[in-house]
């Protein structure tokens, strides 16, 4: 592959960008190499600006469920755009997003939009330290939840010691209040309630892990997280960015059958527009603002366009059938890469839920973030090349989760297993 348009941009945006790129993954730098830069994408396939095309396994990180430039999104965007770009006052997109959103995932009585999921995640938990009126609040190793200085922290090895920043710029007073425990770790979260559980304001969780690879709850694990937030009177935060409209219609707390009391959206619900959202019962969204005291704002949240981008998109995944078919496809490329990786002898394990996968690169069943950070990285990082040069993207990272899209169909599944049958010899060696 000829990569001489991207290396010739890349090096411009170094001098000027941090990084050469406006999101730390997008530069390969777990990976190794150069990020190639994209031209347009339709359907499964990215192009970049040298003509390559690849099968897309990223999705935007997740939005482009139907596929990249999906007509029906396109003619919804075209079509807002002729009535303007932004109003600054309320319009009628905005209340039929509500009304979806709150028909497909009825623990959400009320909602509110913004534009991207940090600013869900960031806001929900100010909405949970407002109601409760406490101030510290659980996250999950291996779970992210955006760039919010409360969410970038990592705990010590002790489940009780208290958050230690993981950036310059995060003051040790605000991130001492974000303690952290290991994900489906029963006990450890009993232990930690049972101590501190009457100054937990929220708890936060990926239900469903996606930002460290693909690690599914074990079962019973977040009905387990329920009853500890009700006996503590702990706001629970179900963060559905990734997992909202994706692994289910109604998300992870359908797919589980677990109610939390506030949930983050974001990616799927804008259609590739910037757009978050969070939602919840109606008792504690009614504290927000102007409706009350706990003060969230945006200039340009519930946007006209990224409202009917949204909107269009959420009527795709509600034609019936859709999930079912996606997690067959999905189901289908995991069984697939798991045979071609033993047929080449490397040990190779997945997970799957509903359009999100996990590639993993040892031979044990991961079920922890421990478990997942020791897996071989460097065979992750020669099959990500070797894909790459085949044309399969792959997240540029090891702890990242796949995305299937409804445009992968059977056909791009077969390429995929073409690719990965010989990328697993090139792993070999
Ligand atoms: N929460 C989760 C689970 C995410 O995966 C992400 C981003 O990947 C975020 C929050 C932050 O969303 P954004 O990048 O739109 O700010």
Redesign the pocket.
Known sequence: MNHDQSHALFTRAQTLLPGGVN?PVRAFKSVGGEPFFVKRADGPYLYDVDDNRYIDYVGS??PMIVGHNHTAVRQAVKQAIGNGLSFGAPCEAEVTMAETLTRLVPSCEMVRMVN??????LSAIRLARGATGRSRIVKFEG?????GDSFLVKAGSGMLTLGVPTSPGVPAGLSELTLTLPYNDVEAATALFAEQGEHIAGLII?PVV??ANCIPPREGYLQHLRALCTQYGTVLIF?????GFRVALGGAQAHYGVTPDLT?F??IIGGGM?V?AYGGRRELMAQISPAGPIYQAGTLSGNPVAMAAGLAMLELVQEPGFHDRLSASAARLCAGLEAAAADAGVAVTTTQVGAMFGLFFTDQKVETYAQATACDITAFNTFFHAMLERGVFLAPSAYEAGFLSSAHDDSIIDATLEAAREAFKVVKG
């Open positions: 999101s990180w997740g991207s999921g940090t600013e869900a995640t779970c992210y939840h955006g760039h990926e996606g930002n963060d559905e960015v990734m997992t983050t974001g990616k910037p978050g």
